[in-house]
């Protein structure tokens, strides 16, 4: 499995190898929990968007750009991490780079960070997968990360019948948030050994897949 040349500065590289026999499933790699220093905590008033939230209770604060904005409440923006970029501070709203899953709503609450520990955004760019399943029944293998009722499948459904299989892919982008797990599910048990290896970096939040390789989105 070949590696890519891309330059990040303090990047994190990482390559994980298990070896699996009679499995349907198995959690390779799950995706760093960011850390940070809290200045102030709270909860969202209305009219917030996907890189907006407002908050009246911290109007009149002037120290808020540069800090980080983690969001905390029960919404798919749980654990999200983005660095403010601009805030209002007569009307208490809070700007970012990079859209968050959802629109930031009344009584969504947050941790506003003086710092944080970035490396929190994982991206898998390639695997490999070899050996032998005499299971003739095995149809389908998925390398995915799953975020509630979402399933990103990387490089698609990989169909490894009965005999040998190798599948490689070294041109991939799965970008993971933090606390989600990558997983390989299979369609049935594995009778047999299969190699699988899996490689990736943990890069800066900010780094997006407009950034990777060849400047192209994967």
């Known amino acids: 499995m070949a590696n890519d040349t891309a330059n990040y500065l303090g990047q994190q590289r990482f390559r994980v190898r298990q070896v699996l026999s009679s499995l349907t499933n198995v959690t390779l790699k799950t995706c760093p929990t ?68 959802v629109a930031v709503g009344v009584n969504d609450t947050y941790d506003i960070w003086i710092d944080t520990t970035i490396f929190n955004h994982l991206v898998i760019t390639g695997y490999s997968i070899s050996g032998n399943n005499s299971n003739a029944a095995q149809t389908v293998w998925v390398l995915r990360h799953v975020d509630g009722n979402k399933e990103v499948v990387l490089g698609g459904s990989m169909a490894l019948t009965s005999g040998q299989c190798n599948k490689d892919n070294s041109n991939a982008w799965l970008e993971m948030i933090p606390n989600q797990s990558l997983e390989l599910v299979t369609s049935g048990a594995i009778t047999g050994q299969i190699d699988v290896m899996v490689e990736g970096r943990i890069l800066p939040m900010t780094t997006t897949s407009t950034d990777f390789l060849d400047g192209a989105a994967h």
């Open 34 to 101: 960011p850390q940070g220093t809290v200045f102030l905590s709270g909860t969202a008033d209305a009219g917030g968007t996907t890189t907006t939230m407002v908050d009246v209770a911290i109007i009149g604060n002037t120290s808020m750009v540069g800090k980080w904005i983690k969001f905390t409440g029960a919404t798919t923006n749980k654990n999200l991490v983005r660095k403010i970029t601009a805030f209002d501070t007569t009307t208490g709203t809070a700007t970012w780079v990079g859209a968050v899953n």
